[in-house]
């Protein structure tokens, strides 16, 4: 069941990281984040802000060809995915990272194409916003229960750091 989500507009790179700053001090072990969003709509960038908010000093880059990467951080490993070249959930599921989910913090760009796979996670749209290059519109939604209780905190959060 999707719980209510909201939006936030950010107003730049900055903005972007702020919000991603905040996600992480929410995400724990287990979770699953999904990020949606055009070429080019800052889905990458969001998971640098996000693993660098972890505390970690690895170099995030776009695992599109490698498909996953991961990364060392302060609350354990981050398994970035991209699955953008991916057919569908049944080729995500022959590659066999499901073995980390329970112990890892999985992110994962272009993740409508396996969302099935993620029973429970945190979808976050980000779009293209008229009129300047730099503001991108964010969507948060929750899916199924881990997220549901966090997203009124999580809303109010960003708004507070938005304002
Ligand atoms: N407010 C913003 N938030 C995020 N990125 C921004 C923002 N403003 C400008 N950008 C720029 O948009 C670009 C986003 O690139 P990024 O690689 O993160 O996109 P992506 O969604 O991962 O693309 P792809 O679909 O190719 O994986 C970067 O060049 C970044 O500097
Ligand atoms: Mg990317």
Redesign the pocket.
Known sequence: MDAEGFKVV????A??EAVAAIVAGRARPGDAILLD??????????VKALVAAFGSTDAVT?P?YAIAHFYATGIGRVLHI?A?RLSGPAEFRDLGFDGYFADVITVV??GRIVAEEFADHLAID?DFTDGA????TLAFAAVGERWAPEMATLQARIAERLA
Request: glycine share 12%.
């Open positions: 950010c107003r730049g790179l903005d972007t969003g055009k070429l080019a709509a800052g889905k990458t960038h969001f776009s599109t991209d953008y760009e272009w980000l290059d730099t503001v991108r």
